[in-house]
């Protein structure tokens, strides 16, 4: 059995008895989730990312996948990177390659070039609500490395809430969902 769980008391007291919360094992320095009513996901992931709409973002044994609430995969571990899920769908890309894969978890996946995810994906961001869109665009379109551009574009989604949005679209219309 791993040691206990470090559990962050700021956070552990401020979220819902149910919010399963990332916490590391301090003996093996794998990651887990714990929740104040008791569930728990055990630690046996080398990251994790938090819960977001009932999935959760884990690299195992050196590949990223999506785990569920009950901690099975809902997206096996064997891409080099996956964007948060939102609305059931998520970006991920295969290792050595620059062109993603969107997908439908549990149901669809659809790996395309990255040249029409972009594309896609500007459109939504053109129609969507988000301010300083051509802004940011230009500055997205600065970076020709597609995985480089995911990894900034995560951050914009971290700034702008709307953003989450459009990636949904954007994957929804790749999906034809």
């Known amino acids: 059995m791993h040691g ?12 819902p008895a149910h919010v399963l919360v990332v916490h590391q094992d301090s003996s093996s320095k794998l990651y887990g989730y714990a929740a104040r009513d008791g569930r728990t996901i055990k630690a046996g992931f080398e990251d994790a990312e938090p819960f977001r ?42 290792s050595g390659s620059p062109d993603p894969c ?10 395309l070039p990255y040249a029409e995810y972009w594309l896609a994906w500007k459109q939504q961001l053109r129609a969507s609500a988000v301010p300083d869109k051509e802004l940011i665009l230009r500055i997205l379109e600065m970076n020709a490395d597609p995985l480089s551009r995911q990894k900034e574009i995560i951050t914009l989604e971290d700034t702008y809430v709307l953003m989450d949005e459009v990636r949904a679209k954007a994957t929804r219309q790749l999906l034809g969902n």
């Open 4 to 15: 206990q769980l470090d559990v962050d008391p700021d956070q552990e007291t401020m979220l």
């Open 53 to 94: 709409d009932g999935y959760a973002v884990v690299k195992f044994k050196g590949a990223w996948g999506v785990i569920d609430t009950t901690g099975g995969f809902a997206l096996e571990a064997k891409y080099a990177q996956v964007m948060p899920p939102v609305d059931g769908s998520t970006v991920a890309f295969q």
């Open 102 to 111: 969107v997908i439908k978890i549990r149901s669809q996946v659809k790996c």
